[in-house]
């Protein structure tokens, strides 16, 4: 008869553990743990760091014995721009993560607290972000009647907060129609 109760080591730890899943065999079971990249949800929040997604296989035999099956890198189906969103806005991503990091959740084990994942093209997605819309900023204001200060305050947060403050400017400053 197999064994009622019997324990697994998770491979890397609790972070980043997407599913784990047993199979009840004849002489054993088969246990799969995955860990994904770290967009995960946990709360209202998610892990910044990007990690390789990654899936060991164990088969625990009937007297509790583990043994490595197998083990695999998960390739992600998408570049990682899709897969991160703080590079739209890296301001606010801080202002919305560090508070949310700060509070204790409960959980048993530390998160770390990483406010961008280290992938250089994000940087640089970022950078994008950032001097495009200054760029569109300044021509949805070239002609718009507003002092020189308002102007500069305009300029001056789609150069630091990006596509919200953008966005902003569209609502709140309407282009005025040619007559």
């Not at 967009?39 to 899936?55: H, L, S």
Request: hydrophobic content about 50%.
């Amino acid at each position: 008869p197999l064994l009622p109760d019997w324990e697994v080591a998770l491979p890397r730890g609790p972070q980043h553990l997407g599913f784990a899943t047993m199979v009840e065999l004849m002489d054993g079971w088969l246990v799969s743990f995955v860990y994904d990249n770290g967009m995960r949800q946990i709360g209202f929040n998610q892990y910044k760091e990007v990690v390789q997604p990654w899936q060991q296989v164990v088969f625990v035999d009937a007297d509790g014995k583990i043994d490595v099956v197998g083990e695999r890198d998960i390739n992600p189906d998408f570049p990682d721009v899709h897969r991160s969103d703080w590079w739209l806005s890296p301001p606010l991503d801080v202002l919305a993560t560090v508070p949310e990091a700060s509070l204790d959740k409960g959980f048993n084990w530390p998160l770390p607290l990483r406010l961008s994942p280290q992938v250089n093209s994000l940087y640089l997605a970022a950078a994008l972000v950032l001097a495009l819309s200054t760029a569109v900023a300044w021509w949805w204001l070239r002609r718009a009647r507003l002092s020189a200060t308002r102007r500069g305050v305009w300029l001056a947060s789609c150069a630091l907060m990006g596509l919200p403050a953008l966005l902003s400017l569209f609502l709140l400053e309407p282009r005025e129609l040619a007559e």
